[in-house]
């Protein structure tokens, strides 16, 4: 087992995804099994500043302290009390309630991924995979690591390390032990070629349906930009220089004014040298909601001169052809 070579490709995938700051500090959540104490160990020996977290979900009795005292003794984590839960869903919430003050750890895999993948196609007919960052900071350094080569790792390394039975009357356990092997049969290349579902960059249209928070403006091309508001998406006209005259849905414009543009209402927009908003433009004159985002707004730089049908400039004209 080629030890560095595995470090330097966590370190690669560390830097490629800014995980972490170089040599900065994480606290990694441990089980005490092989991927877990892997990690730990290659975040130490590439010069982070490492913790260790163990939550002690109490489900297996006796095995469950054993495990706590293992992570306790040989990985110095600190244990902290994570019974409560009964779903997976439950108890991964738990997991992730401790320590959000600060950069945390989980040893996922390659191996992991491509469980993940299998179980996301099945339950909600997506690839989407294991995000190497979480929106709450959670990183996850071993990605581009196997199963099998964490355990590899920890035998060239001497890491003890424990083995936990339970894992087998998961989800992600009944996926390894019947479904994988089948794919292999099928295919030998099956587990890294659902790896390249997981790795595929998800398109920037994708990723803009995907956000919430904010606001966020993408250029489709032919004319089109998609706009998110939060929770609200719609498509609308790139914009448009007014030289001569232009179409815009309805509406033809002329001006004899150089230097403006057409283009769609966007949130905040107020009338040039005024204080009005134009949602106020808007509600006065009864414009519907499903109407304003594709009103059109004829602008000089940032500033609205003039709404056509609603508020004219000298120079510029508009009227609406189904009118």
Same mark, same amino acid.
């Given at each position: ?64 302290? !054993?495990? $706590?005292?293992?992570?306790?003794? &040989?990985? #110095?984590?600190?244990?902290? =009390?994570?019974?409560? %839960?009964? +779903? ?115 398109? !920037?249209? $994708?990723?803009?349906?995907?956000? &919430?928070? #904010?606001?966020?403006?993408? =250029?489709?091309?032919? %004319?089109? +930009? ?98």
């Amino acid at each position: 087992m080629d030890t560095a070579g595995l470090r330097a490709r966590v370190e690669e995938h560390i830097r490629r995804h800014a995980l972490v700051e170089p040599g900065g500090d994480v606290t990694v959540l441990v089980s005490g099994g092989a991927d877990s104490t892997c990690l730990w160990h290659v975040l130490g020996a590439l010069g982070y500043g490492v913790a260790a977290l163990h939550v002690d979900h109490g489900l297996r009795g006796d095995e469950s302290a !054993r495990d $706590a005292l293992f992570c306790a003794e &040989r990985l #110095g984590a600190h244990v902290v =009390d994570g019974r409560g %839960g009964r +779903t997976e869903d439950e108890l991964r919430e738990i997991r992730y309630s401790f320590a959000t003050d600060r950069v945390r750890a989980t040893a996922h895999t390659a191996s992991d991924q491509v469980e993940t993948v299998l179980y996301r196609i099945a339950a909600s007919g997506t690839t989407k995979g294991i995000k190497a960052k979480r929106e709450d900071g959670v990183v996850r350094p071993l990605l581009g690591v196997w199963r099998d080569e964490t355990d590899a790792y920890c035998q060239a390394e001497r890491l003890d390390f424990r083995v936990d039975a339970s894992n087998a009357g998961t989800k992600r356990g009944l996926i390894r032990s019947s479904l994988l092997p089948l794919l292999r049969e099928l295919h030998p290349a099956a587990e890294r070629n659902l790896l390249r579902l997981a790795e595929e960059r998800p398109s !920037r249209l $994708a990723q803009l349906l995907d956000a &919430r928070a #904010g606001s966020k403006r993408l =250029d489709l091309g032919n %004319g089109l +930009t998609a706009v998110r508001e939060y929770d609200r998406v719609w498509l609308e006209q790139t914009p448009v220089a007014l030289e001569g005259s232009v179409e815009w849905g309805p509406w033809r414009i002329e001006a004899d004014v150089p230097g403006l543009k057409v283009r769609a209402w966007r949130a905040g927009d107020r009338l040039a040298g005024r204080s009005k908003k134009i949602q106020d433009v808007f509600v006065d004159a009864k414009v519907p909601r499903s109407e304003r985002e594709s009103w059109p707004l004829v602008v000089r730089g940032n500033e609205v001169v003039a709404v056509p049908g609603i508020v004219d400039v000298e120079g510029v004209r508009a009227r609406r052809e189904s009118d």
